[in-house]
């Protein structure tokens, strides 16, 4: 039997680690036999543009680890052509977000499937299996939670403070609407109470990981989980990896390092995992309670990622 | 004051002549001073495709008028990609029905819209003005009618008929389901009764001029009418310019002649076109009460359409 992971997911960085758990597992961490990979995917970046259900987060995991992702970009797919997009402007739509003819194609199919009723987690493990991803692809919920994000200029809707502003507004608040009465996506709280091991993944605290611990049952099933509990810091050398964490926590008034991160995180996991460029940071981080693992954790390509993953995996039935 | 002219049109022939009409009236048949072009469209050959709410006949005379149809398919636009259909059928969904990246930009645009709550003819009414159409673009109804195909095997949805099975089943009968409680759409009768000119076009009689005509209240908007009324043989030496309007007057027992179209259009209206390789069937129309012009009904460019169009519009007035 192999080891059962479960990431806690953003978009970029969630996806990069699960890439590595894809290729660290066998069979691609598909499930077997209690084993296999399990992304836990955050949902509050999710929005309706033109008219279809666009799930940014859950499509950049899926895309990731069917290596059909645009790696430089960093979102949407690899060969992409934006016909339909140039159309909708014609057409006279708002084209600020970048909708690729292939991803386009996702949304569809989406859409039409959540209209005639099939929940979103479903959606995707059809989505998934049909590009080929082995690992189970969960939304953390079925239901409608939308991250909005309060700014001095008032409050954005996700997409447009990430994309339309570019994530420039100062961000004062971060709410999420409809997570009150949000339930766990069937086969949520099984893979994180189960696992062997859980990893909240570099993914930003309060825009990917935050919403999704924020969904009713699943903080409380992280807590009772018998899995080997690992964070991996998104700050590496005082520095977001990608996205606007590092201005976040600094607009919220904490530490803009991998011990601000860590502080965030206590009580929620046992172990943080930091970049060798913080490894100064050991030590106060381990004061706070943590174990803590020094490696790097720069995943740039493919071998990156299996041996950061492969590393991980190595904490996992020490707890 | 320009000519006022309304063409009952369903696909590929009524958008040629609509075109004609456009060419032939003063700027493009823009609704001026009571003058100009409206076009009353069939709907029901429209279908839901992957959620998409898919008008197939609308959009025939939209991209013409809007000269960006492809002339030599007879649907569709010019210089289309299909990327996104290439991943839908990817992604596990039937493909037979061939949508191009730009046309399916039409599809999300309408499908948003309608489900925003805009009914059918104000959403075609922006986004023929976003392609540059001057004329009036109407369908005939804003609700849903759907024609039906009884063949020997069963009952096909208008496209399974037309596209999926290539119109080559035998047809025993059409019907259009929700016709009775379907209301003409804002601006459809007066078009109809106040026009100059009323020109039932070169469309297939059964499948596209009978849905338009059999939403209460049309057919008697006809009687009606002041106009001019003239209709267009579909019919030319025997034949259908385009699709299976002589396999259907030949399966339902009528004449395959332009004859045979003339005894459906008894009472309808007052003026038959046919071509001048039917010249012989002058006498038994005229017999059975029309006007006949006998000319060149072959619209196979802009000129050939233009002409036509300037001969029907020396009918208008004469009633």
Redesign the interface.
């Known amino acids: 039997m192999s080891t059962s992971v479960t990431v806690l997911a953003g978009g970029v960085g969630g996806a990069r680690l699960a890439h590595g758990f894809a290729l660290a597992l066998p069979d691609g961490g598909a499930p077997a036999g209690g084993g296999g990979l399990t992304c836990v995917v955050n949902v509050g970046d999710d929005t309706e543009r ?3 259900h666009v799930s940014p987060d859950l499509d950049t995991v899926m895309y990731t680890l069917a290596q059909l992702n645009d790696e430089d970009r960093g979102w949407g797919l690899t060969g ?2 934006y ?6 402007g ?4 708002d084209t600020w977000f970048t909708l690729g ?2 991803d ?3 949304h ?2 989406r ?3 959540l ?2 009723g099939v929940p979103l987690s479903a959606v995707t493990a ?2 998934a299996a ?2 080929g991803v082995r690992a189970r692809l969960l939304p953390v919920t079925d239901d409608a939670v939308r991250t909005a994000v309060s700014t001095p200029s008032g409050t954005l809707e996700f997409q447009e403070y990430f994309v339309r502003h570019q994530h420039a507004d100062e961000v004062l608040d971060v709410s999420f609407t409809g997570v009150d009465a949000a339930r766990p996506a069937p086969g949520v709280l099984d893979a994180v109470t189960g696992a062997d091991l859980l990893v909240v993944a570099p993914s930003n605290p309060f825009l990917s990981v935050e919403p999704v611990l924020a969904v009713p049952g699943v903080r409380a099933a992280v807590a009772a989980s018998t899995a080997r509990r690992v964070a991996v810091s998104p700050i590496v050398g005082g520095r977001a990896i990608k996205g606007p964490a590092a201005q976040i926590l600094e607009s919220l008034g904490h530490d803009v390092s991998a011990l601000g991160v860590a502080r965030l995180y206590v009580g929620l996991v046992d172990v943080l995992v930091i970049d060798a460029a913080d490894a100064a940071l050991a030590d106060p981080i381990a004061a706070l309670g943590f174990d803590v693992v020094v490696t790097d954790t720069i995943m740039g390509g493919a071998a990156g990622r299996a041996r950061l993953a492969d590393e991980l995996l190595g904490l996992a039935g020490q707890r």
């Open positions: 033109h008219g279809l992409e052509s016909a339909v997009l140039d159309q909708l014609r057409l006279g739509e003819d292939k386009l194609a996702t569809v199919v859409t039409a499937r209209r005639a059809s989505l049909s590009l």
